[in-house]
């Protein structure tokens, strides 16, 4: 059934000179800008009481209001398929995402999504924007996401985001031998020139990754990343930027390199491991509902594991 939602939100003065539409898409992020758009038309979406236009300029300071209703979203079909769900209740839906499930419907993957699985688990969730989804993991990154089962909930949830108070932790295998763990702060944009790709520039938004290391091996290393933004690909072009690249990655895991001396084995379980090494092992966030702390974990894949192993007694038949 529709929903009917009221928020109300003061413009930082950062957003100055945004358009109307940019800065709306900044302050109510649950919502996507074409139905923030769409609301600004239809007056649903005022500034300090008045009606405006998507491409006015905003000069900081007013009170953008919102009064607007949610229609069923009927465009993306329910699918049954599995999910392996670690927690579920009336406010959110904790699950390990496996490798090779898409999240949202796009180009190229219209159906067969996470999306889709949601809905057919969950129909009420059609009332809900995005199906309840808050973040998304990149195909083939496997683990923890969590999903808002209601408005309020993804409010909340998108809340602690923007103020990066929910933890989300990583385990990466990347190709080289760190020292140390470190920081990575440096922002992360659109490659100017291919446009699959994400890439460090000073045009980019703002991002910082914390890593450190688990175990090394002779020529790669296991890492343990904590992220506290969530730009596209972030550990991926962090990483790679440090010049560590995560094994099996298609867009920045540059050009195969092989321990010298390793086995038969292990250099085919290199060459063709199928997708980026990385999984999000740890979730945690202020429960919507509760407002406790709760937090989610989610072991290592088996793909991962067999990698580990094969790394581990390469390391032992050189010591």
């Known amino acids: 059934m529709p929903q009917t939602v009221e928020a109300q939100q003061r413009i930082p003065l950062t957003l100055a000179g945004a358009r109307l539409d940019q800065a ?16 600004i038309k239809e007056g649903a979406l005022t500034v300090d009481g008045r009606p405006g236009k998507p491409k006015d300029k905003v000069a900081g300071g007013e009170w953008l209001c919102l009064a607007a209703t949610i229609e069923e979203d009927t465009r993306f079909e329910p699918e049954a398929m599995p999910l392996d769900i ?15 499930l898409v999240v949202h419907p796009a180009a190229g993957n219209p159906d067969g999504t996470l999306l889709n699985a949601l809905l057919y688990h969950c ?52 190709l080289g031998v760190m020292t140390s763990g470190g920081t990575v702060d440096a922002p992360i944009g659109r490659h100017p020139k291919d446009r699959k790709r994400q890439a460090v520039h000073a045009g980019g938004k703002p991002a910082v ?3 450190r290391v688990v175990e090394r091996f002779r020529a790669h290393t296991h890492v343990r990343c904590r992220l506290e933004t969530g730009r596209t690909h972030q550990i991926r072009v962090h ?21 010298a001396g390793a086995g038969e084995e292990l250099k085919t379980l290199l060459r063709e491991f199928p997708r980026q090494a990385l999984h999000a092992r740890r979730l945690a966030f202020l ?31 050189f010591a």
């Not at 992020?29 to 609301?39: D, I, N, P, T």
């Not at 969590?146 to 990583?170: D, F």
């Not at 990483?239 to 321990?259: C, I, M, N, Q, T």
């Open 287 to 317: 429960h919507p509902g509760s407002g406790e702390s709760v937090e989610f974990r989610a072991p290592l894949p088996d793909d991962l594991l067999l990698l580990i192993d094969y790394l581990r007694d390469d390391r032992e038949g």
């Open 24 to 39: 709306a898409a900044e302050l109510f992020a649950e919502h996507s800008r074409e139905r923030l758009k769409g609301w």
């Open 209 to 211: 990754t914390h890593y």
């Open 239 to 259: 990483l790679a930027h440090r010049r560590f690249p995560l094994v099996g990655d298609p867009l920045y895991g540059g050009r195969l390199k092989l321990p």
């Open 123 to 174: 129909p009420s969730l059609a009332g809900v924007p995005r199906a309840g989804i808050v973040h998304r993991l990149d195909k083939d990154t496997t683990g923890l996401m969590v999903v808002a089962k209601t408005l309020a909930a993804q409010t909340a949830l998108v809340e602690q985001l923007q103020a990066r108070t929910v933890s989300r932790e990583y385990d990466a295998v990347c």
């Open 86 to 100: 670690v927690h579920e209740d009336d406010d959110v839906l904790v699950l390990d995402k496996p490798a090779g």
